[in-house]
């Protein structure tokens, strides 16, 4: 033994005497023991993987076939993943370390797979790869492991059954889809510039007739110019020719119009002095009038007012004289009545000194004297009723003594009434002065 070294891409791992646990020495040297300590190398060295997934279904049950590529190495930088990396691989060559870490990646990648659609594998590799390498570098990280990096390598439909007809063809498909998407944009485009093509051919010919109707337009335009001048010509001359032709004629008409407005004229005067006779006659005819019919019907007018102010002033002296007369006799009869009332109440106050000597007797009395007026009052309409026709049951009283009886019956029930109305109970007063 002696001095071991070993290169940066290897790690020397010393147990055995004068070390309580392995001693890890990447890349350097150290001292070893014979027979008491023991070294062993590992290899650090980038280990390269080719992870085929053949047919592996993905999320919709389509399958396909992926290769990935990915590169792995024992992380020499951590004492930690060491120690796991010698646990495992201490003693094993590289090809068994590459197969652990094979099967792991396809495990890890095929799980990859089976939650994403070929959709999302095929137009998003990175995204794929990203899930991979995170997932697969924390469980090779336990081994001592480290992912340094994973790439998808290929994504194929492959054939599958006994004959080469049998293939999913679903890439194929996928492609053909892009394909027939990107021949559309192209016939679209090819269209829309046709379509641009033809409409620049239009506006080209538009402009071209607008140039030609323009064209024609102006001369148009010129033409009119011409006949409108031409026409204010002939209208000039045909004017002057005109003028020239009724000047006479004009000239005879003022002559006529001038011999006419001279008859007018003696007309006029004549009609002037027609009017001032008429003025005098009239006035002849007013004060004739005047003289005849208004100072006559003022005269009247006078006399027929001074008779209607003659009667309004006899009426109203007589008038006053009426009411001054009845003034005198309402106050005349206002005197009676207030002596009678005067008597009256005298004797009644009498009435009531003689009844305080004599209350109870006075009562009998005034009653006495009420009850025939009274009866004379109930029968009173009787009185007036000049037939009467009465039927009789063959019950009670017939004919005048009916009559009295419903009278004496009316009176039987007045001082009910009284005491109804009064409060005061006739039959009770009369039976306790009786008593007396």
């Avoid at 992926?66 to 094993?92: D, H, N, P, W, Y």
């Avoid at 599958?160 to 889809?177: C, D, F, I, P, Q």
């Avoid at 009426?315 to 005197?335: H, P, Q, R, Y």
Wanted: charged share 30%.
């Amino acid at each position: 033994m002696g001095f071991e070294t070993c290169g940066p891409n290897e790690v020397m791992v010393v147990s055995g005497c004068c070390h309580s646990g392995s001693t890890f020495i990447p890349g350097g040297r150290v001292f070893v023991w014979p027979v008491i300590q023991k070294l062993q190398k590992l290899s650090l060295n980038t280990m390269t993987l080719q992870i085929e997934s053949p047919n592996v279904y993905t999320q919709l049950g389509v399958a396909v076939s992926v290769t990935g590529i990915a590169q792995v190495k024992i992380q020499g930088s951590s004492k930690e993943m060491l120690e796991s990396a010698c646990e495992l691989f201490l003693g094993k060559t590289n090809h068994d370390i590459e197969r652990v870490a094979l099967e792991t990646l396809e495990g890890h990648q095929r799980a990859i797979m089976g939650n994403m659609t070929v959709e999302e594998i095929y137009k998003d590799r990175k995204k794929f790869s990203k899930a991979v390498f995170e997932v697969a570098s924390s469980d090779l990280v336990n081994m001592g492991i480290c992912v340094v990096s994973y790439t998808l390598k290929d994504i194929r439909d492959d054939k599958v059954g006994n004959t080469s007809e049998e293939s999913h063809g679903y890439l194929k498909y996928l492609g053909m889809a892009q394909t027939a998407t990107v021949k559309r944009d192209a016939r679209m485009g090819e269209a829309e510039a046709r379509m641009e093509a033809g409409i620049r051919e239009a506006n080209a010919e538009e402009k071209r007739l607008a140039a030609r109707y323009s064209t024609d337009i102006d001369i148009a335009k010129s033409q009119r110019d011409f006949e409108l001048k031409k026409a204010a010509y002939d209208m000039e001359i045909q004017t002057k020719k005109a003028q020239s032709d009724l000047a006479y004629d004009l000239q005879a008409a003022k002559t006529k119009q001038a011999i006419k407005e001279e008859d007018m004229q003696v007309k006029v005067i004549e009609r002037t002095q027609q009017i001032q006779l008429q003025e005098q006659e009239i006035t002849r005819r007013e004060r004739e009038l005047e003289a005849t019919v208004r100072k006559p019907a003022d005269a009247e007018k006078y006399r027929l007012e001074k008779i209607a102010e003659a009667n309004r002033t006899r009426v109203i002296l007589e008038a006053e004289a009426e009411a001054e007369s009845i003034k005198v006799k309402g106050e005349a009869e206002a005197f009676a009545v207030e002596a009678k009332a005067k008597a009256e109440a005298e004797q009644m106050a009498k009435k009531a000194d003689a009844w305080k000597d004599y209350q109870d007797a006075a009562m009998v009395d005034m009653i006495l004297e009420t009850l025939p007026k009274i009866a004379a009052e109930i029968s009173a309409p009787l009185c007036q009723t000049s037939k009467i026709t009465m039927v009789s049951s063959g019950k009670g009283d017939v004919g005048a003594a009916k009559l009295s009886g419903e009278v004496l019956t009316l009176m039987e029930k007045m001082p009910h009434v009284v005491e109804n109305l009064t409060g005061i109970n006739i039959t009770k007063n009369i039976k306790a002065a009786t008593r007396r």
